[in-house]
């Protein structure tokens, strides 16, 4: 079993920065794709960004287009750690943060649009004028 938790979230003003964690626990399955999900009141879960990692051909990462440019996503997973860097936040980046994982099989694509098995708890972040 796979238990994420994520921490950082916070109110900021916009234009301000915070940095998301996610602790992920658990070794089996071992998980390779990673995403950031967000959700704001009366709005739909949307992806922010996912990571796969581990691969032969490397590493990468995807981002809507929202946020490119602004967030990066990045993880140490030697000490079990997935990040979310936020700069130059704006107001409509509120909402609460989650993260989630899954394993992907051969030619999956880690994609926000793919079925992640995993999802922590959120954490709030609230941005404003």
């Known amino acids: 079993q796979v238990q994420l938790m994520e921490s950082g979230g916070d109110s900021v003003q916009a234009g301000e920065s915070l940095r998301l964690s996610c602790v992920v626990a658990?070794?089996?399955?071992?998980?390779?794709?990673m995403g950031w999900f967000r959700q704001a009141p009366g709005n739909e879960r949307e992806g922010v960004a996912t990571?796969?990692?581990?691969?032969?051909?490397?590493?990468?990462?995807l981002y809507a287009d929202s946020v490119k440019g602004r967030f990066t996503v990045s993880q140490d997973m030697n000490n079990n750690m997935l990040y979310l860097q936020m700069n130059s936040l704006k107001i409509e980046d509120t909402g609460t943060y989650y993260c989630?994982?899954?394993?992907?099989?051969?030619?999956?694509?880690?994609?926000?649009?793919?079925?992640?098995?995993?999802w922590g708890q959120g954490t709030q972040v609230t941005v404003s004028a």
């Open positions: 658990g070794i089996y399955p071992r998980i390779n794709c």
């Open positions: 990571l796969f990692y581990g691969g032969a051909a490397g590493d990468y990462s």
């Open positions: 989630a994982a899954v394993r992907l099989g051969p030619g999956g694509l880690c994609t926000s649009n793919e079925k992640f098995d995993y």
